[in-house]
C-alpha cells in the first residue's frame, strides 16, 4: 500500500523547524495542526522528534517540530510548502510576542 501511496505522491519535503523548549514546539504543532490541507493533492504530516539522551550541545530534544510534505507534483507542493512557512512565520511573531518562555530567554540588549 505504502508503494501506491509513493506512485501517487511522487513529490516530497522535509522540513524540521527547531523550537527553544518542548513546550513551545508542542504549541506549534497544537496551531498548526487545526488547519487541514485544502488540497487532495497534497498530504501533510507532523511529528515532533521524541526526547533522546542528550546530544553533544547538551539538548535533549523534544523540541524539534518534524513536517513532512508529500504532493503530486512540484508545483502543489511549493504551494502547500509556501501557506506552511506563512503560517509558522505567525506562529513564530505570537510566541515572540506573547509567551512567557520566549520572552524570558530574549536577549535584554535587543
Known amino acids: 500500500m505504502a508503494g501506491a501511496t509513493d506512485l501517487q505522491f511522487p513529490c516530497s519535503l522535509t522540513i524540521e523547524v527547531p523550537f527553544p523548549t518542548p513546550r513551545l514546539a508542542s504549541v506549534a504543532l497544537k496551531a498548526l495542526q487545526v488547519d487541514k490541507e485544502l488540497s487532495p493533492l497534497v498530504k501533510r504530516t507532523f511529528s ?63
Open 48 to 110: 515532533i522528534e521524541p526526547p533522546t539522551e542528550a546530544t553533544a550541545n547538551g539538548d535533549v530534544g523534544g523540541n524539534v517540530l518534524r513536517t513532512e510534505y508529500k504532493a503530486t507534483t512540484n508545483r502543489m507542493l511549493r504551494v502547500a510548502v509556501n501557506s506552511f512557512m506563512d503560517s509558522v512565520n505567525l506562529v513564530l511573531e505570537v510566541m515572540q510576542e506573547l509567551d512567557t518562555d520566549v520572552l524570558a530567554t530574549r536577549d535584554p540588549s535587543a
